[in-house]
């Protein structure tokens, strides 16, 4: 198995930022893709941000230019910087990680879940 757990949900006002970790343990051989979605109350789960372990990103349209994905390899650590942050941008945000374990191969794993909450 390889455990994520997400930190750094809270609740924000209009405009102001939030900083998103995620930490991934168990023996893992390598973490190919890893990214952030989130799901808002009575809404399905999207993607946010997505970056890859050769760096390359890819974002969704509400968080462009306005969020920044970045993983720290030595740590196997995912991190999602939100500035300007909007009240539709409440939602849990949710960890996931894909790669190959030693001992199970392929693996996907989601976190559990940090809330953020941005008041208007």
């Known amino acids: 198995q390889v455990q994520l757990v997400e930190s750094g949900g809270g609740l924000v006002q209009a405009g102001g930022s939030l900083s998103l970790s995620c930490a991934a343990s168990g023996s893992v051989v390598s973490i190919e893709l890893m990214g952030w979605y989130r799901r808002a109350l009575g809404k399905q789960r999207e993607l946010v941000a997505t970056i890859t372990r050769g760096g390359t990103t890819n974002y969704a349209d509400p968080a462009k230019g306005r969020f920044t994905i970045s993983r720290d390899y030595t740590k196997n650590t995912l991190y999602l910087q939100m500035n300007n942050l909007k009240p539709e941008d409440t939602a849990v945000y949710y960890c996931?990680?894909?790669?190959?374990?030693?001992?199970?191969?392929?693996?996907?794993?989601w976190g559990q879940g940090t809330q953020v909450t941005v008041s208007s």
């Open positions: 996931k990680a894909e790669g190959v374990h030693r001992v199970l191969g392929a693996f996907q794993s």
